[in-house]
């Protein structure tokens, strides 16, 4: 989660459009409308782990969701985070060098068919990044 020798800047037309568009595909998974509730990407989440968790476009579809849900109650605001591994769309507090990764978070769990608890998870994430936060362990940007 911190980001020492890392890029993170905010996301460009292109890469937000790709969000939206795949927020939009989890929503028509779910069937539903934007925003998704997080019992909402529980169900997915779920569906998708069980029957689906090979399908690389739905395990990004449902990353992104949960990834909204945390910054729906964050002041986390998505952008693009390149570092020795690639570049991912991830989740940074405002203005904080620092990211998580949604996406990433979920498809490890998916590969292992892991049953999780979404709400305990995204709780967890952000109480990690907080106390870092307050403990002045990132830097700003």
Same mark, same amino acid.
């Given at each position: 989660?911190?980001?020492?020798?890392? &890029?993170?800047?905010? %996301?460009?037309?292109?890469?937000? @459009?790709? %969000?939206?568009?795949?927020? !939009? %595909?989890?929503?028509?998974?779910?069937?539903?409308?934007? $925003?998704?509730s997080?019992?909402?990407?529980? @169900?997915?989440?779920?569906?998708?782990?069980?029957?689906?968790? &090979?399908?690389?476009? +739905?395990?990004?579809?449902?990353?992104?969701?949960?990834g909204?849900?945390?910054?729906? /109650?964050?002041?986390? &605001?998505? /952008?693009? /985070?390149?570092?020795?591994?690639?570049?991912?769309? +991830?989740? @940074?507090p405002?203005?904080? !060098?620092?990211?998580?990764? $949604?996406? @990433?978070?979920?498809?490890?769990?998916?590969? !292992?068919? &892991?049953?999780?608890?979404?709400?305990?998870?995204?709780?967890? /994430?952000?109480?990690?990044i907080?106390?870092?936060? +307050?403990?002045? +362990?990132?830097?700003?940007?």
């Amino acid at each position: 989660m911190g980001a020492t020798g890392v &890029e993170i800047r905010p %996301l460009n037309e292109e890469e937000h @459009s790709a %969000l939206n568009d795949g927020l !939009k %595909l989890a929503a028509r998974y779910v069937d539903d409308e934007l $925003p998704l509730s997080l019992d909402q990407v529980q @169900s997915l989440y779920d569906v998708i782990c069980q029957n689906h968790s &090979e399908n690389l476009e +739905a395990q990004i579809a449902v990353g992104l969701a949960f990834g909204q849900t945390i910054a729906s /109650v964050t002041d986390y &605001e998505w /952008v693009r /985070v390149k570092d020795e591994y690639g570049e991912e769309t +991830a989740l @940074s507090p405002a203005g904080l !060098k620092a990211a998580c990764h $949604p996406i @990433s978070i979920l498809q490890k769990r998916i590969a !292992k068919k &892991e049953q999780v608890n979404l709400g305990e998870l995204r709780d967890g /994430v952000i109480r990690i990044i907080e106390s870092r936060r +307050a403990e002045g +362990a990132f830097d700003h940007r």
